[in-house]
Structures are given as C-alpha cells and as structure tokens.
C-alpha cells in the first residue's frame, strides 16, 4: 500500500502566501511523476503543477508565476509554494504520485486525501 499525506492548507487573505507538502510513504520501490490538482466547488479536479522524476516542470496557466513546485526524491515528497494567493485560488488541493511498487510493476497513480485552501479577506 501507498500513501500520500497532504499538509498545510489553510484560510489566508487575497495576496497571500501558503506552503502545501505532501508525503508519500509505504510499499515504494520509485516514483515518477508527482504534483498538486486541485477542486473547487461545483467545477472539475485540474492540474496545479507537476514535476517528472528528472525535473520537468510543469504549470497551470491560471498559477505560473505565482506557485512553485519542488520535490525531494530522496524522501519522497512534493511541496508547493503558492504566493499572490487570489480568492479563485481557493479549492481543496490533492496531491498526486505516479509509483511503482516493485521494479518490474507498471505505475500507479495515488492521491491524498486532499487539503483545503481558502482565500478570503
């Protein structure tokens, strides 16, 4: 079993700043792609940022400029640094992983339980 442990959401006013991390932990053997999605009410899931294994990044639009994803390959997390925080930003945020669990298995993608963020005056 994979987890993923998402942590840091919170309320925050417009022009803001927060730090989302997430931890993946359990039977992992590597992981590929990792990144933050995220949900506002009423709307569909979409793609925030994701970073490959060797480092390509890649952004949302609507967040370039403002957010920066790093991740730590040694330990196994993700983070996301969101600054300018503006009320449309507000969602609750998933991270996602892309794992193997032995070294001759395909990928699977894993999600986290999610974290909200609101940004609100």
């Known amino acids: 079993q994979v987890q993923l442990v998402e942590s840091g959401g919170g309320l925050v006013q417009p022009g803001g700043s927060l730090r989302l991390s997430c931890a993946a932990s359990?039977?992992?053997?590597?992981?590929?792609?990792m990144g933050w999605y995220r949900q506002a009410p009423g709307k569909q899931r979409e793609l925030v940022a994701r970073?490959?294994?060797?480092?390509?990044?890649n952004y949302a639009v609507a967040v370039k400029g403002r957010f920066t994803i790093s991740r730590n390959g040694a330990k196994n997390t993700v983070s996301l640094q969101m600054n300018s925080l503006k009320p449309d930003d507000t969602a609750v945020y998933y991270c996602?992983?892309?794992?193997?669990?032995?070294?001759?298995?395909?990928?699977?993608?894993?999600w986290g339980q999610g974290t909200q963020v609101t940004v609100s005056s």
């Open positions: 996602d992983a892309d794992v193997k669990i032995t070294d001759w298995a395909r990928p699977q993608g894993y």
């Open positions: 970073v490959t294994r060797d480092g390509i990044l």
């Open positions: 359990g039977s992992i053997f590597s992981i590929s792609g």
